[in-house]
Structure formats: structure tokens, C-alpha cells
């Protein structure tokens, strides 16, 4: 915040501990005009009120929390701009990308700053680290049928992937259906660890301006028929002398890239099922603007050894289905 802003805030509190602290002094005192424990001469509904001062017990707690209130202001940030005098932070502020975190770690480690966060992920690392390298050990196929390493696996997938795949893996418009055994590059083990390791850029040009209206029918119709739809048949003929520019990455027969090991990530166009929609008209807008997905690269985030279980748990939905 602004240094106006900052002041204010810190006079403002302070004023109002200060206050309350008077107060507190203040009503320590007998201004009452009669001893201790004789009636102050009011009596409502039958009860008389007594001059009495508060218990010695609650006077102490009022102290203390004011004591506590001025340690606590001064060790740590939150006043205004106030750093604290504990140099202690909940996390690293500011960052944007990965990058920038791990900078701040360094920074905040080489400055003698204690950040939370920081401290809750060493935490964890030391407890749970020696569970995720006896899992490394095992093979994939071992552990995706493993109960303990599933339900880790499962939750790794709730906290970082059913964003866009879903909670139940099953995708959606644009994200891929994890669920089943249709895969745009490989759905081996050691596929599914390399595109969750690395990621995936994939996309597929726009052809609108190339093929022009009615090219772009004749192909969407060509594009159809391929996976046993009903088309204007006149029009999927046509499609199919154009099909040529595309067969580089679908494959002649339209297979996509996993039936000819291409590493394009081009969807089968012979099945039924369809990324961003199989109706006539996405499939036309599909071909005139193009297609561009990207998956994030994991290795940085997650770690080699929780992306094994991840990978188990992603391979285990689609055995036997």
C-alpha cells in the first residue's frame, strides 16, 4: 500500500490500543462515589447493582492480550507496511511463475526471512518424500493396481488435474477424456509419464481461408463420413481428393497420429469421438480456425517421483475398458 495509507492504518490501530489500554487503567479507579461492594443506588427489575470492580483474573487477561497485541504488531508483518521484526512472512509475495518462486525460496532463505509456506512444503518433503521414492522404485503397471498408490495417485489428480479433465477424469470440451482408451499420443506407462512430465503444444492450422466455403463443406462432410456418419455423398467425394493436406498428420486413412507413431497428437477421425465436438458445425469451425491445446509441463512442479504415481493412477482409468 501507499506510505499515506500505511501511516494511516498504523496510527489508527495504535490510537485505538492506546485508548483501550486508558480505558482499561482508567476503570481500575473508584469513581463511583461509594466503597466497594455498597450499592451504587440503582436497582432494575429487582436487581441491585454494587460497586464492585472487575475480577483480578480479567483485569490480568486484559493486560495480557494488550501485551500480546504490541508483541505481535511489532514480530510480524501487517501493519501498514511494517516488515516485522521477525522477518516472518505466510509466503513469498509478488510471484507470478514458477521461476520466480524458487527465486524467492533462495532469497528469503539467503536474507534469514521465515516463510511459511516455504517451511510447510520442507515439512512436507521430509514426511512424505520417503513414500513417494519406495513407490518411484516400482514399475507402472505394478502400482496401477496398487490401492495405497491409487488413492495417492487420485488425490495428486483432484489437487492439480480435474481442473480441466474433471474430477472424474472424463474431460471435457477441448480436454481430453482420460477415462477410456482413445489417446492423442500414446497411452503406454511410459507415454502418459512423458506428457505429464513435459507437457503438450499441439495445434491444428486454420484451412478457412485455403479451402474457401465450399471446400470447407466438402472436407466437414469427407471428415464425417470417415467415422460412418451420413453426408452428402457428392460432397465427401470431393472432400476426399482434398484430404491430402491433412493426411501428414491424420494419416491417409485418417487414423490419426498413434496408429502411424507420428508425434503430432492428431486425433483419430475414424472413431466417434470427438475433442471439441463432432456435429457438423464444429467440425466446420475446427477446420476453418484451427485448434490450439496446450498441457502444462508437471516435471518442475510435481517432481519425477509424484508424477510416477500420478502416471499409474492416469493408466489404471483405462484398463479394461
Known amino acids: 500500500m501507499t506510505s499515506f495509507w500505511s501511516i494511516w492504518v498504523i496510527v489508527l490501530t495504535l490510537s485505538c490500543l492506546f485508548i483501550l489500554f486508558g480505558l482499561l487503567v482508567w476503570n481500575l479507579k473508584n469513581y463511583a462515589g461509594v466503597k466497594e461492594g455498597e450499592s451504587c443506588g440503582h436497582v432494575y427489575d429487582g436487581i441491585e447493582e454494587l460497586n464492585n470492580p472487575l475480577p483480578k483474573w480479567w483485569t490480568y487477561m486484559f493486560f495480557a492480550t494488550f501485551a500480546w497485541s504490541v508483541y505481535y504488531l511489532a514480530a510480524f508483518p501487517g501493519l501498514g507496511n511494517w516488515e516485522g521484526l521477525g522477518k516472518w512472512t505466510s509466503s513469498n509475495q509478488g510471484v507470478t511463475s514458477l521461476a520466480e518462486s524458487k527465486q524467492a525460496v533462495e532469497k528469503a532463505h539467503a536474507d534469514g526471512r521465515f516463510v511459511k509456506l516455504d517451511a510447510e512444503y520442507r515439512a512436507a518433503d521430509e514426511r512424505f518424500g520417503p513414500i513417494f521414492a519406495a513407490f518411484a522404485k516400482q514399475n507402472i503397471e505394478t502400482l496401477a493396481t496398487d490401492e495405497k498408490a491409487l488413492e495417492i495417485g487420485q488425490r495428486l489428480f483432484a489437487q492439480n488435474c480435474s481442473q480441466c479433465h474433471g474430477s472424474d477424469a472424463r474431460g ?8 477410456d482408451k482413445d489417446w492423442l499420443y500414446g497411452g503406454t506407462p511410459d507415454k502418459i509419464k512423458e506428457t505429464i512430465l513435459h507437457g503438450r503444444i499441439a495445434a491444428m492450422p486454420p484451412w478457412g481461408a485455403a479451402l474457401g466455403e465450399q471446400g470447407v463443406k466438402e472436407m466437414t462432410a469427407h ?27 491424420h494419416g491417409a486413412d485418417g487414423k490419426g497420429s498413434v496408429a502411424h507413431n507420428l508425434p503430432f497428437g492428431a486425433p483419430d477421425l475414424t472413431d466417434n469421438i470427438w475433442l471439441y465436438g463432432g456435429s457438423q458445425r464444429a467440425v466446420e469451425e475446427t477446420i476453418i480456425n484451427g485448434r490450439a491445446g496446450v498441457m502444462p509441463a508437471w516435471k518442475d512442479i510435481l517432481g519425477e517421483e509424484k508424477i510416477h504415481l500420478l502416471t499409474a493412477y492416469v493408466y489404471s482409468l483405462s484398463l479394461d475398458k
Open 172 to 179: 471435457a470440451q477441448g480436454f481430453p477424456n482420460l477415462s
Open 223 to 249: 471428415v464425417l463420413s470417415l467415422s460412418g456418419r451420413t453426408v452428402n455423398q457428392k460432397d465427401a467425394t470431393a472432400g476426399a481428393t482434398k484430404f491430402a493436406m491433412c493426411a501428414a498428420c
